[in-house]
């Protein structure tokens, strides 16, 4: 990225124009990013360099204060002295942000994952074990990057200290970073572990169980500490962030604490009244339709919804009764439902809601 003292035109580097949105730049890094891994090049000299100034385009653009330093001061505001820190750069940021920007995890080694729960296990709780992978300690070199019988010095770089100090922004504040010779050991093996390549670290299958309390809500996430990507050798696990994706219930709906349903029931049954079978989270029930009930009419059942979260108990599971008319009739089917058109018409037993609809189509054409 340095050329003759001079940062190159971070746009350049990333192949975008002047305009380009947050949306294209993050996807030109991670196009860039994957193509120029060094991963892919092993025999080249050159990939790691080439990597690392695409991944120093990046934290300009990236950041809009960085960005708009450039856009107006151009690569004068990069260099020692008044430099935003190009090659200030650590490998640890390298990793994390090429991890972030191919969605493996964040720059403070956070994995995340959605976790998939039927609406059962969502409304009861439960424990799912999660499979993933992360980045580890070599299990070859336990992490300290050098081979089997090979000999470390103190790294040239930084004196052992595993950091260095650099000058950044535009006030020329002195921060730290991690050695990205040593990789923040502070210790540099004679030959390095091929296992790893040298890194101390390395992506290893993992599996850890996540507790997921009652009534969790669907897009809540669930936290388990130290079960993130490691992203410097002898560095702290970040966490895993899991959010949940509830499945959609045959049944079941919710709404807050209340557990929704709509149940068919006949219309002899909505008139006349009667008891229905219906599901709930703990089985089947018999509910008690009053007569006369309407279509649309919402029943309430207590304690069966789910449980609250800031107070002891349950909420409830509302029944929407939808009223089925039959869609093929015999004949004397048919001609009872005449008659009883007729009795009723004849007792003027008009319900509320006819009565009310005719009342105003009377005051509309009259």
Do not use: W
């Amino acid at each position: 990225m340095l050329t003759s003292g001079k940062v190159r035109n971070p746009y350049e580097v990333l192949e975008l124009p002047s305009n380009a949105t947050p949306e294209e730049i993050r996807a030109a890094f991670r196009r860039l990013g994957a193509k120029h891994h060094p991963d892919r090049h092993q025999d080249s000299s050159t990939a790691h360099a080439r990597f690392k100034e695409i991944n120093a385009a990046y934290q300009i653009l990236n950041d809009p204060k960085k960005r708009a330093a450039f856009d107006r001061f151009g690569s004068v505001a990069f260099q020692p002295g008044g430099n935003a820190g190009f090659d200030g750069v650590g490998l640890d940021t390298v990793v994390a942000d090429l991890l972030r920007a191919m969605g493996l995890g964040r720059s403070d080694g956070t994995v995340s994952l959605d976790l998939e729960l039927t609406f059962t296990e969502a409304a009861e709780g439960c424990t799912k074990e999660v499979h993933y992978e992360r980045i580890d300690h070599c299990r070859i070199c336990d992490g300290s990057a050098a081979a089997a019988g090979a000999t470390t010095t103190t790294c040239t770089a930084c004196g052992g200290k595993g950091r260095v100090r650099f000058r950044e922004g535009l006030l020329s504040l002195l921060s730290e970073r991690p050695c990205s010779k040593c990789r923040g050991s502070g210790r540099m093996p004679s030959r390095p572990c091929a296992a790893c390549e040298g890194r101390g670290l390395t992506k290893l299958p993992h599996s850890v169980n996540v507790a997921i309390p009652p009534a969790v809500d669907n897009g809540s996430l669930q936290s388990v500490a130290r079960a993130g990507h490691r992203l410097i050798p002898n560095g702290k696990h970040g966490k895993l962030d899991v959010t949940v994706k509830v499945l959609p219930h045959p049944f079941f709906s919710r709404s807050g604490d209340d557990v929704l349903c709509r149940v068919p029931v006949s219309i002899v049954t909505a008139a006349v009244g009667g008891q229905v079978e219906i599901p709930t989270l703990s089985g089947k029930i018999k509910l008690s339709v009053p007569a006369a009930t309407q279509p649309g009419s919402v029943l309430r059942v207590r304690g069966k919804g789910l449980a609250h979260k800031l107070r002891s108990g349950k909420g409830d599971q509302l029944v929407e009764i939808v009223v089925e008319v039959p869609n093929a009739l015999s004949e004397r089917a048919r001609q009872l439902l005449v008659e009883l058109g007729e009795e009723l018409s004849r007792n003027q037993n008009v319900e509320p809601q006819q009565r009310s609809f005719m009342d105003k189509l009377r005051q509309l054409f009259d």
